[in-house]
């Protein structure tokens, strides 16, 4: 049975459309209208945005002056341990280097059976990807092997769950906030296979002007 397959997106002239979606009215009873737009992570409401326990070095990442106090960058430590073979490891932690910084900026263009999503604004990166929402397996490509993703609607907040063959899970919930000011992401991080730091990640980004 053939796969489905992320549907990557150039980035050339999509930055501006999506936000040019902050215009929306601040509260609507649209959810997919409310998550569209441009977002700003904010650091200082935001709690361990990129997922790792302060001053926790040798687990792949590190605390990093570069990311701002709050914030985390990719160390050069061991990677994570538990029954993973050296090969597997190494996957994990170069997934978990993917995955677990949180972007600075996001656009959302979201409707009820779809949802673009842009991570980075920056052309060259090409950090966008487009998902159906009807909660069935897609496949996206990365140079430590393929992730399977999975993306729903859950009433007013969005769900995106990533697995890798590894058995690295990861869940983020988005959710915009009452006022239509704020989107919420909370982010949960487990394997059935390593031993990581079990931490609260929730990243808030205000919505762009």
Known sequence: MARSRVALIPMVALVAGLLSLTSLVAQTPDPAAALSGGWKLNEAASLNPDGVETGVRGRGLQTGPERGPNRTSVGSGPPPGGDLGAEEAQRMTVHL?????????????????????????????????????????????????????????????????????????????????????????????SSTMARLPNVEIKRVYDRLQ
Not at 119 to 136: E, G, I, Q, V
């Open 97 to 189: 280097r993917m995955l677990r910084p949180a972007p600075d900026q996001l656009g959302i263009k979201a409707t009820a059976k779809e949802v673009l999503m842009v991570f980075d604004p920056d052309p060259a990166k090409n950090m966008a990807a487009k998902y159906t929402t009807d909660n069935k397996k897609s496949v996206q490509d990365t140079p430590a092997g393929p992730l399977e993703i999975k993306v729903k609607w859950d009433k007013t907040t969005l769900r995106r769950e990533i697995t890798t063959k590894e058995s690295l899970k990861v869940v983020e919930d988005y959710t915009p906030g009452s006022d239509g000011r704020q989107l919420i992401v909370t982010v949960k991080i």
